[in-house]
């Protein structure tokens, strides 16, 4: 329900040390092997000796130089939540030899159909990982979760919900994504019980955050502060289920860090840019003036019509 946040500048005092890291350089240029029959130098009286044993050997693939590749301030907000699982799940992928695995949460707000901000926002995630892939091979596997507990929450219409996820997906596969829903997570762990609820009360910051996104996006039953501790005590659950079925990936969001406590508990999170660096406003929601659209009416077709 959280919406945006532009972030300014971000940890400049961290910044200096990213810097001093550095990018990875490029393997030396391709030798040519000795032909049968090359002649010996008159000199030394010696075979020649093939260049090929020039060659150098490839350069070990590290965690460190993996998370360097994405982790700049090209695509992150602020610094990640730890790094060091987040090296860790790494490694742990490199000794696979498996892309490195990445999860968000994909949101859904008045629009129906795919719009410019959602391809914007997947060529965006399909920059991130091809950084990934040009410093390990097998690159980065990167999973959408759809909020379709969300969208039900906030009173979006079913056919615009599936419509709009459908259409979504179909641009993520077409990168190489790969996607579900999050109610089917909470379904199929059964071990996260619907009452299965953190008793502490709910940080009182982090309602007020949520009740601010809820005014704006929030069409249930009910005020929109109680439609905010709904969705609190909903990503309480969720976030389990996301453990559960992902228990060693990444987790991406374009939200900032005050909304940490809503993501899952034991995975590293990676706070991203949505569009492009300066921006984290969620695509879904844009543009901030579109007209829901719901099972009567779909307004997407008149309002790009409009933009153009």
Not at 171 to 199: K, M
Not at 249 to 260: A, D, E, L, M, Q
């Amino acid at each position: 329900m959280p919406d945006h946040d532009v972030l300014s500048a971000g940890d400049r005092v961290l910044l200096a040390q990213e810097r001093s890291l550095g990018d990875a350089g490029a393997d030396g240029g391709h030798c040519r092997r000795a032909r049968d029959g090359d002649i010996a130098a008159p000199s030394s009286g010696r075979p020649f000796e093939s260049r090929s044993s020039a060659i150098p050997a490839p350069k070990k693939v590290t965690p460190e130089k993996v998370l360097q590749s994405f982790n700049t301030w090209h695509f992150k907000r602020e610094q990640p939540a730890d790094p060091h699982l987040m090296l860790q799940i790494i490694s742990e992928a490199i000794g696979r030899r498996e892309p490195v695995p990445f999860v968000l949460y994909w949101g859904k707000g008045p629009r129906c159909t795919l719009g410019e901000p959602d391809t914007e926002c997947l060529d965006f995630l399909a920059a991130l990982a091809d950084r990934v892939r040009d410093a390990y091979e097998p690159g980065a596997a990167i999973k959408l979760i759809f909020t379709d507990t969300h969208a039900e929450l906030n009173g979006h219409a079913q056919q615009s919900i599936r419509k709009y996820f459908a259409e979504v997906e179909a641009g993520a596969r077409q990168r190489g994504f790969d996607a579900c829903r999050l109610g089917q997570l909470i379904r199929a762990s059964e071990a996260v019980a619907a009452n299965d609820l953190d008793d502490e009360d709910v940080p009182q910051d982090t309602l007020q955050r949520l009740s601010a996104g809820a005014r704006k996006w929030y069409h249930g039953a009910g005020t929109a502060e109680q439609g905010a501790l709904i969705y609190y005590r909903m990503n309480m659950v969720e976030r389990r289920a996301v453990e559960i079925a992902f228990p060693r990936s990444i987790f991406v969001t374009f939200n900032g860090s005050k909304f940490r406590g809503l993501f899952p508990k034991h995975l590293p999170i990676f706070f991203m840019y949505s569009l492009r660096r300066g921006v984290s406003v969620k695509p879904w929601f844009l543009p901030v003036d579109a007209t829901p659209c719901d099972d009567s009416a779909c307004h997407c077709v008149a309002h790009w019509s409009r933009a153009s």
